[in-house]
């Protein structure tokens, strides 16, 4: 099916543990973002992505690593799970990102990680 | 940086009422955008403003940028239950999204 998807959608782990979040696109999106949600936060940037092998950083980025070897696919490794990393995880993409372009954000269900 | 300050955080009404929303900056947007967000799904893109002053509808929902790109506004009239969910603004320019205001519309 088109669209954009992530896996698992619910995860439970034990803090140290690595923790990989997939997301996967079939709009070759040039962009791609990974947002987290917490209560009172809103959605807040992680990591992002313009293009293949091209990742940078965004609001909140320790604890987590990013990669990007083809378009379609970005995956988000928490390296050693910490409580505070409980939260739900969003995966979205764009064709662009630059400001003042206003391009629409497409989103996945999202990942809901607990931490134990 | 530029904040998103969301108002109110919490909203709870009767089906039919009307209700206003807002997102306040401290400094200018280039351009707006208001997402929703329905109970366990991803947002979805409502709307994008631009030009200071402009008033957008889409059916029931008006959205409306300030004059001096500071602010933006979310009516709905009449509201229904299906209208229930979080509510967010994002600016683009720096990638950041408001907390939120989370609507229920009671039946």
């Known amino acids: 099916d088109a669209g954009i998807t992530q896996s698992p959608r619910y995860k439970i782990t034990e803090t140290g543990r690595q923790v990989t979040l997939m997301c996967h696109q079939t709009?070759?999106?040039?962009?791609m973002f990974w947002y987290r949600q917490d209560l009172g936060h809103g959605l807040r940037l992680i990591y992002y992505?313009?293009?293949?092998?091209?990742?940078d950083k965004g609001e909140v980025p320790d604890g987590y690593v990013v990669s990007r070897s083809k378009t379609e696919n970005f995956p988000l490794t928490l390296e050693s799970a910490t409580r505070s990393q409980t939260s739900v995880y969003f995966c979205?993409?764009?064709?662009?990102?630059?400001?003042?372009?206003?391009?629409?954000?497409?989103f996945g269900p999202g990942t809901r990680l607990l931490v134990l | 940086t530029q904040l998103l300050e969301q108002s109110p955080q919490f909203l709870s009404i009767q089906e039919g009422e009307n209700l206003t929303v807002y997102c306040n900056s401290s400094?200018?947007?280039?351009?707006l955008q208001w997402y929703r967000q329905e109970p366990g799904e991803g947002p979805v893109l409502l709307v994008t403003?631009?030009?200071?002053?402009e008033v957008k509808k889409l059916k029931r929902l008006t959205f409306q940028f300030g004059d001096a790109r500071k602010d933006s506004s979310l009516h709905i009239t009449a509201a229904q239950p299906g209208d229930t969910g979080l509510y967010l603004c994002?600016?683009?320019?720096?990638?950041?999204f408001g907390a939120g205001t989370r609507l229920t519309v009671k039946p």
């Open positions: 403003v631009v030009t200071g002053g």
């Open positions: 979205a993409s764009s064709e662009s990102a630059v400001a003042g372009l206003q391009e629409t954000q497409y």
């Open positions: 709009w070759s999106h040039s962009y």
């Open positions: 400094s200018v947007f280039s351009s």
């Open positions: 994002y600016n683009n320019n720096d990638m950041r």
């Open positions: 992505s313009a293009a293949a092998d091209i990742t």
